[in-house]
């Protein structure tokens, strides 16, 4: 009897691979909207009208009673940033109930990258800072990857990489973004209030049964979200996770009929908001930090908080991906596919060594705001972010004749009927995840 072999990075179906190209563009554009937000922030923020930028920053509303008067960079960080957890939520969900990483094999690769590319860093980071007493709260800083900063750079130099890799890199992202909202509940809650949070899973409650009977009347389903939010905010646990828990709770499948199911009619509407508003203007708040000129810069280049961070990202998060997927491929006896090496794998992992967004929130929850621990540690996040950017970049143009053929290949359409061609073509050795 012969033994199929499994392929690591191997082309998807069409359907999702279709989807997926979609998706990624979209999450393209946004990411070259946040990179612009960002970079209007840092120079705001260095620039002679600064006090400017931090009254804008500090501007406070919102209900006393109900403990929401908060500031502009508040409701950016607690606000919005729960759309953008939303969207990831129903991005994870939809992944492994109707794509293709309902296949084990398949969705062993990426989340084994995701929780290696979690663990080194923040072991490198706790090494430089095992002596640092309040620097260790830092600890989660590095283990983020940004999703849409990571893919704005491969709009740039990686345009014909294989659909396989880019799968991977929003999978793996989106996998670690679940980890990253599991870290903020466990670990940066300060305190807990049992009964808001005990409250919160009524409209949660309510919204979960409404979705699942496929109602989409926004004037249901948005107030019983924005009380699940509040309540959760309430609570002490931060009100991201609401965000992840209202995606979890919409289904997938259609119950009747073909088409989109309602969690990706919703990811279609919520997408253009996550990417274009919600996470553009996060980083136009959290971005915004003082270097302090060249001298200041160079004196943060030497903090243990600032070495962790800037580490983590551009060592940690490589070596935790690439051990993690090669582990994966021993362990079950996978081999790559054909046309890619592991130099491939080596450039994906340091290109999701681009931190930024999640990185810059756990930042805040780590240190709190106006504290130079929390200033090193956004110098840090960019800095980390830019040289992953630099170095993936250097890498992945080296391979990009071999990409661009794979490209071509993947997109030829001889006849015209909007499948490409090797999408409709028997499965060949070496071609597909079940060989």
Known sequence: MNHV????????????????????RLE?????????????????????????????????????????RLSLTQWASDGLLVIFFFVAG???????????LRDPRRAA??????????????LIYVGINLGGGPALAGWAIPTATDIAFALAVLAVIGRCLPSALRTFLLTLAVVDDLIAIVIIALFYTDHLSLLPLALMFVPLGLFTVLVQRRVRSWWLLIPLAVATWALM?????????????LGFAVPVIRRHGDGPGLAEIFQHR??????????????????????????????????SVTLGIVLGLLVGKPIGIT?????????????LDDDLAWIDAVGLSILAGIGFTVSLLVSELSFGEGSSDYSNAKIAVLLGSVL???????????????????????????????????????AESGRTAND
């Open 109 to 122: 690769v990426p989340v084994a990258a995701a929780f290696g590319g979690v663990a080194v860093p923040a």
């Open 388 to 426: 992953s950017a630099l170095i993936a970049t250097v890498i992945l143009r080296v391979r990009n004749r071999v990409y661009r053929r794979i490209y071509e290949e993947e997109n030829r359409d001889a006849d015209n009927d909007g499948i490409p061609d090797v999408h409709q073509e028997p």
């Open 233 to 245: 905010h309430a609570s002490g646990v931060h009100a991201t996770v609401a965000g992840v828990l």
């Open 90 to 100: 129903l991005e994870l969900k939809r992944e492994f109930v109707a794509g293709d």
């Open 270 to 303: 919520w997408q253009p908001l996550s990417t274009g508003v919600a996470v553009p203007v996060f980083a136009f708040f959290a971005a915004g930090v003082s270097v302090g000129g060249l001298s200041g810069f160079v004196s943060s280049l030497t903090d």
């Open 323 to 335: 051990a993690a997927t090669y582990l994966v491929a021993r362990f079950t006896k996978a081999e």
């Open 5 to 24: 072999k499994t392929r690591l990075f191997s082309r998807g179906s069409w359907p999702e691979a279709r989807r997926i190209s979609d998706l990624l």
């Open 28 to 68: 393209t554009v946004g990411g070259v909207i946040m990179l612009v937000a960002a970079s209007i922030g840092l120079i705001w923020a260095n620039s002679p009208w600064a006090s400017l930028y931090e009254t804008l920053r500090s501007v406070e509303f919102g209900p006393e009673s109900l403990h929401l």
